[in-house]
């Protein structure tokens, strides 16, 4: 049995009583960076033993992983934060899995995400909504932001700090001034910020403030 257990993107509080008791009664945690997940398990007293797994896991660990399986053992696989697999570790090592031991049983232990936290307070319609994970770093970084001139559904992505002003500044050329906009900062954590209006507005308050923590985009479609 494999399970994939979402963890808090933030405040701690957040985790699920189903979190807990799954990490607790595992034999192995898969772990994208083993001191991250540390500090949620010391946090909360749990011992279940670790095991580091991330996206650059060689087909040997995938195979130990399937090997445990393959003994009757018990995995959680969790990401630094938020739910694994959503622009995190973990679809390949499903497929993998899964080529191996069809009838394998995966089952989610659900929790916070912050692209649906953001889109839960944006007020912009989510009947239908892309997610584009991260801009690419670089080649067809402007034909990702020139899309969404023409985008009738919301659209939301993730941005690193180092990155969100220059995306901003990017966008601007293609926005018109009447497209709304909310970024979400630090969600769920002390400094959380929520900023809403267009693109040139929220430019230039963010680039009066101290540009620090994590980035969610949404755009109105
Ligand atoms: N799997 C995670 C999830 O379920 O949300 C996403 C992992 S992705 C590698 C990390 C990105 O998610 C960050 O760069 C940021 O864009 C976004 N993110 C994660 N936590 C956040 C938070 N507390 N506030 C705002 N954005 C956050």
Avoid at 7 to 15: M, Q
Avoid at 35 to 55: A, G, P
Avoid at 101 to 110: G, H, N, Q, Y
Avoid at 176 to 203: A, H, Q, W
């Amino acid at each position: 049995m494999l399970y994939i257990v979402a963890t808090p993107i933030g405040n701690l509080d957040d985790v699920s009583k189903r979190a807990l008791e799954t990490l607790r009664s595992v034999d192995f945690i898969l772990c994208e960076d083993t001191r991250v997940t540390k500090k949620l398990l010391n946090h909360f007293k749990i011992e279940s033993k670790m095991i580091s797994y991330h996206e650059h896991s060689k087909l040997t660990k995938m195979d130990y992983i399937a090997e445990l399986l393959g003994n009757k053992k018990t995995l959680a696989l969790v990401s630094d934060a938020g739910t694994p697999g959503i622009s995190d570790p973990g679809n390949r090592l499903i497929e993998y899995l899964l080529s191996l031991m069809p009838d394998l049983e995966i089952s989610p232990i659900p929790g916070p995400n912050a692209a649906v936290s953001a889109l839960s307070i944006s007020g912009f319609p989510t009947d239908e909504f892309l997610f584009l994970g991260f801009p690419p770093h670089k080649k067809g970084r402007e034909t990702f932001f020139k899309d969404f001139a023409t985008e009738k559904r919301t659209v939301v992505f993730y941005e690193s700090p180092h990155r969100i002003l220059k995306a901003l500044e990017q966008l601007e050329k293609f926005l018109s001034p009447d497209r709304r906009l909310v970024i979400c900062r630090e969600l769920t954590k002390m400094f959380e910020t929520i900023y809403r209006g267009n693109v040139g507005d929220i430019r230039s308050r963010l680039a009066e403030s101290e540009i620090c923590g994590e980035f969610v985009v949404v755009i109105h479609g």
